[in-house]
């Protein structure tokens, strides 16, 4: 399994040797910096900071990728540099996390980039990971939820149209105004089909996250 339960491995030993305030206040520095969740085993080489995921296929750790569905299951960051095969720590919800050279705006959630950075400019599926609360420290955001955006054709574009027949039914329409007709609907259809293939893809996904369209 790659996350167990906090052990004692994240716990500084007193023994004979250790005087008990170095203890102490090596257990004082790691309970201000919240809740680390011991990783079993990493399944590449990570850096400290990386967004870190779980991976279905074989339970390990694993940088998280805003452009890959499988690897959105986000736990924490990493508390270190850490090698393949290896075992270490990530930084769990709550945790307040320092990352030195950031730049973060505060008005701004910090997500997984594409690149499998952090980030404030989302991936092309959105996973949260943080919030801001100055320049460089951050809380970290709990949670494995995922959802893509979705580009959906303007509906606008249907209201904003301008017929050009100008037949009044008066009598029956000329073979130019029954073209100028014809090419009215084209456009409409045009804009209805990208529409419906919009909502068609919305449907998908949301069938794929065990939500169908008739609400349950």
């Known amino acids: 399994m790659g996350v167990n339960n906090t052990t004692y491995r994240n716990l500084p030993w007193a023994d004979s040797g250790t005087p008990m305030h170095e203890t102490f206040e090596e257990l004082a520095k790691l309970l201000e ?5 011991y990783v079993a085993e990493w399944g590449e080489d990570v850096s400290e900071f990386d967004p870190i995921c779980i991976i279905e296929s074989d339970d390990f750790a694993y940088k998280a990728d805003g ?4 690897k959105t299951c986000f736990i ?3 508390y270190d540099d850490y090698s393949s095969g290896s075992d270490g720590f990530v930084y769990g919800p709550g945790c307040l996390v320092n990352k030195t050279g950031a730049s973060w705006t505060r008005n701004n959630n910090i997500y997984v980039a594409d690149d499998q950075s952090l980030s404030q400019t ?3 599926y959105i996973v949260p990971v943080g919030v801001p609360i100055t320049d460089t420290y951050f809380i970290v955001t709990g949670g494995n939820t ?10 606008a574009a249907c209201a904003a149209m301008t017929f050009s027949h100008s037949w009044d039914g008066s009598t029956y329409p000329t073979a130019d105004e029954g073209n100028k ?3 009215d609907l084209g456009a409409l259809k045009t804009a209805i089909d990208a529409n419906n293939t919009a ?3 919305i449907l998908a996904r949301l069938e794929a ?5 008739d609400g349950t």
């Open 181 to 183: 007709v014809s090419t």
């Open 199 to 201: 909502i068609d893809s």
């Open 67 to 70: 452009n890959a569905k499988t």
């Open 146 to 155: 995922w959802y893509q955006l979705s580009h959906i054709a303007d509906p």
């Open 209 to 213: 996250a065990g939500i169908s369209d």
């Open 33 to 37: 910096k919240g809740l680390l969740i």
């Open 76 to 78: 924490g960051i990493a």
């Open 122 to 124: 989302p991936g092309t």
